[in-house]
């Protein structure tokens, strides 16, 4: 018997409507949120390392409502003697996003940073507050890819679509590690500051529109969000898969579909591989063939 063909009583749709309360409530959050920030960003932009400072929460309300639904679509597929380890797991997650989105935006309303800031006993403990309570979502998320890593589905794609998304996402949270260490240049000249998103460049200088990406160096920002966001991505091409059955035939036969998500996850893998290792190398995003050369 085959993973294809493995018997399995779940056949439940693969796009549900979740059910987790906590993080659907983090998600309502984050989405006015949003709306209040990107407000803000408009009438107020306070100038942070030359930048709009509220563009950050702006972007981290975005990311971490995706990820919260994302979290609770999947907490819903867990066989149910395992639904009360979901529970606590997602109050865990909601309360360690929830500190750090307000460590974000207390920061930006106080007109400094809050990523890498050491420059004071409160600016280096909320920074230590933060990073710890990050470093417990990411242990969380790794505890419910193993309990969901046997979770039973009828379809074999859907099951490695599943399972990719979340060990090539948990890989994508755990490049933000590689930011936190203090560059040469910091050690150098200490000025409060330990840790940067640019490799080769200084975090303050030029990048890409809203992202804010270097385009002068590499920027660990990036195989972070591509990496993160195999959670979503993997699961809405089988969802997309499945939804071209009646107009493409081929796509009728599991294992077919099975192989398509196969070679879209390795490619994926390979993908976070390969933009880890160029902004390590200092290569700005918008310069990839320099990479080969």
Do not use: C
């Amino acid at each position: 018997m085959t993973v294809l063909d493995r018997p399995t009583a779940d056949t439940r749709p693969l796009l549900t409507r979740p059910a987790n309360r906590p993080l659907l409530a983090l998600a309502t959050l984050m989405a006015a949120t949003a709306v209040v920030v990107a407000v803000l960003a408009l009438v107020d932009p306070v100038q942070i390392t030359g930048h709009n400072g509220w563009i950050k929460p702006l972007k981290f309300a975005l990311s971490i409502g995706v990820y919260a639904v994302t979290l609770a679509w999947l907490l819903d597929r867990l066989p149910a003697r395992r639904q009360r380890l979901g529970r606590i797991a997602a109050w865990v997650v909601t309360v360690g996003l929830l500190i750090e989105m307000v460590i974000i935006v207390g920061a930006v309303a106080a007109g400094t940073t809050s990523h890498f800031n050491v420059s004071s006993p409160l600016a280096t403990t909320l920074w230590s507050v933060m990073g710890t309570s990050i470093a417990v979502v990411w242990v969380v998320t790794l505890v419910l890819a193993a309990l969901l890593w046997r979770s039973p589905d009828a379809d074999a794609a859907r099951r490695l679509a599943i399972r990719a998304g979340l060990v090539i996402g948990l890989a994508g949270m755990a490049v933000a590690f590689l930011m936190t260490s203090p560059t040469a240049e910091q050690l150098d000249d200490f000025a409060g500051v330990a840790g940067a998103h640019a490799v080769g460049a200084p975090d303050d200088g030029p990048g890409l529109p809203f992202l804010g990406w270097s385009t002068a160096g590499g920027d660990l920002r990036v195989p972070h969000f591509v990496g993160m966001h195999a959670l979503q991505a993997l699961p809405l091409l089988v969802l997309a898969l499945e939804a071209l059955t009646g107009p493409v035939a081929a796509l009728r036969d599991p294992r077919t579909r099975f192989r398509i998500v196969a070679v879209a996850s390795t490619g994926y893998a390979v993908l976070l591989v390969g933009l880890t290792l160029q902004a390590l190398a200092g290569i700005p995003v918008t310069d990839p063939l320099s990479f080969a050369r």
